[in-house]
Each structure stands twice: as structure tokens, then as C-alpha cells.
Nanobody, 116 residues
């Protein structure tokens, strides 16, 4: 099982980034997909999740209206489009695949830094 995040980097406030998470080794289309983030000195927090079909998504209040989660089951990939980025969005972003107890996989994380 592998989840590989990409697309992180340094961006100025107000800018945009698109994170990708490529999955392999499991049946991607049967897993709920989530993006989490962890800032230095803080607990990991759920940013967004998306249903197995992609028709339903939920967001943390702090990112609503700015971030969009999507998935392409044909490509085994989940995305996080991040717009209007703020310094407080700076964190390591992690991709998570979940289907229940014992079926919970994590990527290695990608750093997002929002700074002028």
C-alpha cells in the first residue's frame, strides 16, 4: 500500500497550490479519502474528506470556501485545491485512506509554507 503526496511548496499569502495524492496497492474507489494537516506544535487536524463516489465532501470551517477536495477513481488520485492561502495554512499535509478498523493508510506528507 502506498499513498504519495505531491504539490507542496512555498507560496505567498493569497496564492494557490494543488496537492495530489497517488494511491496504489489497494482498491482506491472503496475508500473514503481525507486530507489532514499538522502545523508545528499543533495536533493533526482534518482538513477535508470526500466520499467514495466523490459526490459528497466536507471541510473544516477554517478552509471552507477556499479549499476543494476532489478525486479521480480512474487515476487512483485525490486532490486538494487550495486557494487564498493564509500563513496559518502552513503545515505538513497528509493524505489518508480509510475504510474502517484495520484499513487506514497514510502518506508521508508534503510541506506547505505560506509566507511572504
Amino acid at each position: 500500500v502506498q499513498l504519495v503526496e505531491s504539490g507542496g511548496g512555498l507560496v505567498q499569502p493569497g496564492g494557490s497550490l494543488r496537492l495530489s495524492c497517488a494511491a496504489s496497492g489497494f482498491t482506491f474507489s472503496t475508500y473514503l479519502m481525507r486530507w489532514y494537516r499538522q502545523a508545528p506544535g499543533k495536533e493533526r487536524e482534518l482538513v477535508a474528506d470526500i466520499s467514495i463516489t466523490g459526490r459528497s465532501a466536507d471541510y473544516a470551517d477554517s478552509v471552507k470556501g477556499r479549499f476543494t477536495i476532489s478525486r479521480d477513481n480512474a487515476k487512483n488520485t485525490v486532490y486538494l485545491q487550495m486557494n487564498s492561502l493564509k500563513p496559518e495554512d502552513t503545515a505538513v499535509y497528509y493524505c489518508n485512506a480509510w475504510r474502517g478498523l484495520g484499513f487506514d493508510y497514510w502518506g508521508q506528507g508534503t510541506q506547505v509554507t505560506v509566507s511572504s
